[in-house]
């Protein structure tokens, strides 16, 4: 596991040394445990390393036999050794046991077709010398992030916006589209970035960088094709077999591992298959919360540490945040408002004590169908049966009347509120409803809040749009979408954040990509069978899980910011919110984020989220003097 980053003259300058190294310095906790960097001309790529795999043999960059090609390379491939077997009688000579050398020599003996053969999380960057082109890669899902920069005269990229940054060439402007769609869905989207003129590479492509500029090629998609003729009782044992596998290959490691375990079922699955496989006991590591309540599972997550007899650790977090502030907004980069990021970096840092590596249970969801939504959506379809004019002039109305004499702080009052919001998009087309139902902040809002706002108001629902698929199923069009946008863009970034701030390496068996791509061929009517959600994974893991593990409610990782911001954060963000420092950044409007602050503090609304966001926006801005 690595932090990658390079630069590539059009101009055939010559490429400095010494800014590859700042690229690579400022994302040292990416890899604290070693550094390399390769200088050719007008081309230069460097890293800097966390050992995890050949800890001798494994530095980096890595060159083929003629010194030809050189590479750098983030991740871990878990088929390198088959790989290697079969490049060794082709020809291949390897002098070290490192999946890098395996890819190199990958790239040398299929071209970019080498892709389509290897099994991991990655990004790639491979400088081909004697053509003076560099090739850029970002694994199938998303896993691993990369950003690029491009002007006339360079091409920049890295792990972190930070590396890109470190030229002073990159001028810091803000980007209005990627702050629009920011506020609707609380991340920016691939490719967009806060910055102007950086982009994310999406997941599944790859960059070709040569002096005539530079072309970018999607090499792998997600092909939804239900296979009819098999019965749910043979995906299950074809799922349960991959499964295995995904997560033994995953378990290659020459440091110590370990695992996520909240109790849900996918962490709890994967820390029960771990248990099988190994002769020692799990270590497994829980974050919870000291008020207790809702937001903390810890129970559950005991409940799978006693039955497999792991090494368990849990942690209790409380509300203070603030000292966590300057981590969250460093390692981002960019406005990102998924507050879970912070109790994922706490027990990061836990479990960073006792291992270097840890197995999490992301993607099931995304792949299986996990979400409340997909069953709302699926209740959505009927509900439009009834006469539009009932639902627009008889239960809007009353759905709201009924909200606003609840409790703001109650589950009642969101589920209420929740209510409104899916009446008022059962009104529009499904595809617009369906990423109207994930914004935070709608026009209305943004207009007001905004000191600007030239961005067209259809802008971040068409964006999003460009994920949806138009010849699949109700079901694998929300599935889809998802798996191009939150998965990588929100779910695995906070992800990939937080572990290498911490510097441990997070690797998720759900997302091998013959998981994915088996998963594309299950009907939906398996994946959620009268409006069980996950019912195939459920079903799949009824001999691993106890049943109140398995059939125990949908609860999402996350923390209770609205009662934080009334209470032990309510001083911290009343100054980081005042007239003074919104008129510094220049982009909020004051009298709006001053409704919003009372509202929230009054307990007549709930508007932690939409106040957390503003912030990380007003603090990212003030950190890197974003010219506006």
Not at 125 to 146: M, Q, T
Request: net charge positive; with cysteine; hydrophobic share 40%.
């Amino acid at each position: 596991m690595c932090g990658i980053a390079g630069k590539y003259n059009f101009n055939k300058e010559l490429v400095s040394k010494a800014l590859v190294k700042k690229m690579c310095d400022v994302i040292n906790h990416r890899g604290p445990d070693d550094e390399g960097f390769c200088i050719n001309e007008n081309a230069g790529i460097g890293m800097r390393r966390l050992s995890i795999i050949d800890l001798e043999g494994g530095a980096q960059p890595v060159f083929n036999e003629d010194k030809s090609l050189v590479i750098v390379f983030n991740g871990e491939i878990y088929n390198y050794k088959e790989l290697q077997i079969k490049l060794s009688s082709l020809g291949h000579k390897f002098l070290t046991n490192s999946d890098t050398e395996v890819l190199i020599h990958a790239y040398e003996e299929y071209g970019v077709d080498f892709l389509q053969k290897i099994n991991g999380m990655f990004t790639i960057a491979i400088l081909d010398i004697k053509k003076n082109e560099l090739f850029i890669a970002r694994d199938r899902i998303g896993i691993k992030p990369l950003y690029y920069y491009k002007s006339d005269n360079s091409f920049l990229f890295g792990s972190e916006i930070k590396c890109i940054l470190e030229d002073e060439s990159v001028e810091r402007i803000l980007n209005r589209e990627a702050l629009d769609l920011f506020l609707s869905y609380m991340y920016v989207p691939a490719p967009y970035c806060m910055f102007k003129n950086i982009y994310k590479l999406e997941a599944g492509y790859f960059l070709t960088v040569n002096s005539k500029g530079f072309k970018k090629t999607k090499y792998w998609d997600i092909d939804f094709k239900e296979d009819r003729e098999k019965k749910e009782e043979d995906f299950k044992l074809e799922f349960q077999k991959l499964f295995e596998d995904s997560v033994k290959k995953r378990m290659i490691s020459d440091v110590p591992l370990g695992a996520f375990l909240s109790g849900g079922i996918d962490s709890s699955a994967i820390v029960a298959q771990m248990s099988k496989l190994s002769k020692n006991p799990v270590k497994t590591f829980s974050i919870g919360f000291k008020e207790g309540g809702y937001h903390d599972e810890t129970k559950y997550a005991e409940q799978i540490a006693k039955k497999y007899q792991t090494d368990h650790k849990t942690f209790k977090v409380d509300s203070n945040i603030v000292e966590l502030m300057d981590m969250f907004i460093h390692h981002f980069d960019e406005p990102f408002a998924d507050y879970a990021a912070f109790p994922t970096y706490v027990v990061s840092r836990l479990a960073k004590e006792k291992v270097s590596v840890v197995l999490t249970g992301d993607g099931g969801d995304e792949i299986f169908g996990g979400y409340n939504r997909y069953k709302t959506e699926l209740l959505m379809r009927r509900y439009r049966a009834i006469p539009l004019v009932i639902r627009k002039f008889i239960f809007i109305p009353l759905f709201s009347a009924f909200s606003k004499v609840l409790n703001a702080n109650s589950r009642s009052r969101q589920f209420a509120d929740a209510l409104v919001k899916r009446n008022k998009q059962s009104l529009r087309p499904f595809k617009d409803a369906y990423f109207e139902s994930f914004q935070k902040f709608d026009n209305h809002f943004k207009n007001k809040l905004l000191k600007y706002n030239s961005i067209p108001k259809t802008f971040a629902i068409e964006t999003m749009s460009n994920n949806w698929k138009s010849d699949v199923d109700f079901l694998s069009k929300r599935l889809y979408a998802d798996q191009k946008t939150n998965l990588p863009e929100d779910m695995l970034t906070k992800v990939d954040r937080v572990s290498m701030a911490a510097s441990l390496e997070a690797r998720v068996p759900f997302l091998d990509h013959r998981i994915i791509e088996l998963a594309a061929r299950i009907p939906s009517k398996y994946k959620i069978k009268k409006y069980r959600l996950k019912h195939f994974l459920k079903e799949s893991f009824s001999e691993l899980l106890p049943n109140n593990i398995i059939n125990r409610p949908k609860h999402g990782f996350s923390s209770p910011i609205d009662k934080w911001m009334r209470n032990e954060l309510k001083d911290y963000i009343t100054n980081r919110l005042s007239i003074d420092s919104l008129n510094a950044t220049g982009i909020f409007n004051f009298d709006e984020v001053q409704s919003l602050l009372c509202l929230h503090m009054l307990g007549k609304k709930n508007y932690g989220e939409h106040l957390f966001m503003i912030l990380v926006c007003q603090d990212w801005a003030k950190k890197y003097s974003v010219i506006i």
